[in-house]
């Protein structure tokens, strides 16, 4: 059987970076644990707009903090950085791009 597909939200990443492993408690570590908090409270165009705009906010170099703070690979924020930019109409309401996921179940076994 299938596993069902649930809303669930994810725990946060830990951020490992240099200055949270130095001074945990520090502006900047909040900061980091605010922006995982986030990540993981959203479904995933929302994870990947929301970072795409804090990198792009960010500027140089913030595609690659991010992903070190986040855990997320580089290419989801970058993508998501460009979903934003283009403002795509059609992928408004959708959470993944057509045809994108997991296939059905009676795809994979018809008639069963």
Do not use: W
Not at 27 to 32: F, K, Q, S
Not at 73 to 93: F, K, S, Y
Request: charged share 25%.
């Amino acid at each position: 059987m299938a596993k069902a597909h649930t809303n669930e939200a994810r725990s946060p990443h830990r951020c490992d970076c240099p200055i949270c492993r130095e001074q945990p408690n520090g502006v900047i570590a909040c900061e980091h644990q605010a922006i995982n908090y986030l990540v993981a409270s959203v479904d995933e165009r929302n994870r990947r707009l929301l970072l795409g705009f804090l990198a792009h906010r960010q500027g140089r170099g913030g595609i690659s903090q991010l992903a070190r703070i986040t855990g997320l690979d580089r290419n989801t924020i970058a993508r998501g950085r460009c979903e934003l930019l283009q403002g795509d109409p059609t992928t408004i309401g959708r959470v993944r791009r057509s045809g994108a996921g997991r296939k059905r179940a009676e795809a994979h076994a018809p008639g069963s």
